[in-house]
């Protein structure tokens, strides 16, 4: 668990570090239905999450390396996975990247852990089904790589903040590694941060500006 300090303490890293010079944007408009939508009921990312994880165990049940799902019936696949959602695309994209690591890495992920983390990025971004936000995750998660996945949240409250306003997913994760290396952001700290205060206070349709712990850096784009 991450404390109500590490929450402020990532937001002011992330807020504090913007170019100071940077030319004011127009004011955005909400994106979540380019991003997918969102809600501000935490219910429902929790059951969204619980669904993943029933997902997630009974594929592993059944299909542990990259051969067994690269050999397994699509069908099968798409069973297991349904209640994560779409499941069709998923186990269609589960199967290119089994492919890939048979084919291309012997069936091994050791790379993943090995290989410098944007030359595993660029690789894991190459695979079909695989954009900027999963091989993030991955790398994140998978070897604590210094990374902030951007997702809906994520990408609101930046945008918001004017850290990165007005920018598609893929800029606004050029800009947090940009503040990585020249300011010495963790973007470990940054993703639990953004994501917390999204989910809590910075909601998409009505955000609790009153009750937000970084107001007085705010420059709340897109906020009416």
Same mark, same amino acid.
């Given at each position: 668990?991450? %404390?109500?300090?590490?929450?402020?303490?990532? /937001?002011? #890293?992330?807020?504090?570090?913007?170019?100071?010079?940077?030319?004011?944007?127009?004011?955005?408009?909400?994106?979540?239905?380019?991003?997918?939508?969102? %809600?501000?009921?935490?219910?429902?990312?929790?059951?969204?999450?619980? !669904?993943?994880?029933?997902?997630? #165990?009974? /594929?592993?049940?059944?299909?542990?390396?990259?051969?067994?799902?690269?050999?397994?019936?699509?069908?099968?696949?798409?069973?297991?996975?349904?209640?994560?959602?779409?499941?069709?695309?998923?186990?269609?994209?589960?199967? !290119?990247?089994?492919?890939?690591? &048979?084919?291309?890495?012997?069936? %091994?992920? #050791?790379?993943?852990?090995?290989?410098?983390?944007? @030359?595993?990025?660029?690789?894991?971004?190459?695979?079909?089904?695989?954009?900027?936000?999963? =091989?993030?995750? $991955?790398?994140?998660?998978?070897?604590?790589? #210094?990374?902030?996945?951007?997702?809906?949240?994520?990408?609101?409250?930046?945008?918001? /903040?004017?850290? =990165?306003?007005?920018? %598609?997913?893929?800029?606004?994760?050029?800009?947090? $590694?940009?503040?990585? @290396?020249? +300011?010495?952001?963790?973007?470990?700290?940054?993703?639990?941060?953004?994501? =917390?205060?999204?989910? =809590?206070? +910075?909601?998409?349709?009505?955000?609790? +500006?009153?009750?937000?712990?970084?107001?007085? &850096?705010?420059?709340?784009?897109?906020?009416?």
């Amino acid at each position: 668990m991450h %404390s109500h300090d590490d929450v402020i303490h990532g /937001l002011r #890293d992330v807020r504090e570090c913007r170019e100071p010079t940077r030319r004011r944007a127009q004011r955005r408009a909400t994106q979540d239905g380019a991003m997918g939508g969102d %809600s501000d009921d935490s219910s429902f990312a929790e059951h969204c999450g619980e !669904n993943r994880d029933r997902a997630y #165990d009974a /594929l592993v049940e059944d299909y542990e390396t990259p051969d067994e799902i690269l050999n397994a019936p699509e069908e099968r696949l798409r069973e297991l996975i349904a209640p994560a959602g779409l499941a069709n695309s998923k186990a269609s994209y589960l199967k !290119n990247a089994a492919r890939h690591i &048979v084919e291309r890495r012997d069936g %091994s992920t #050791d790379w993943i852990r090995k290989e410098p983390s944007e @030359d595993v990025h660029e690789e894991l971004t190459s695979i079909k089904g695989i954009g900027h936000k999963t =091989a993030d995750v $991955i790398l994140l998660f998978a070897v604590d790589a #210094d990374y902030c996945p951007v997702d809906t949240h994520v990408d609101r409250v930046t945008g918001r /903040l004017g850290v =990165a306003p007005d920018m %598609s997913p893929a800029k606004t994760r050029e800009k947090l $590694i940009e503040y990585r @290396d020249e +300011c010495g952001v963790d973007l470990r700290k940054a993703h639990v941060a953004l994501i =917390a205060h999204g989910r =809590a206070t +910075c909601h998409a349709r009505s955000p609790e +500006c009153g009750e937000c712990v970084v107001e007085d &850096v705010c420059e709340k784009y897109g906020v009416n």
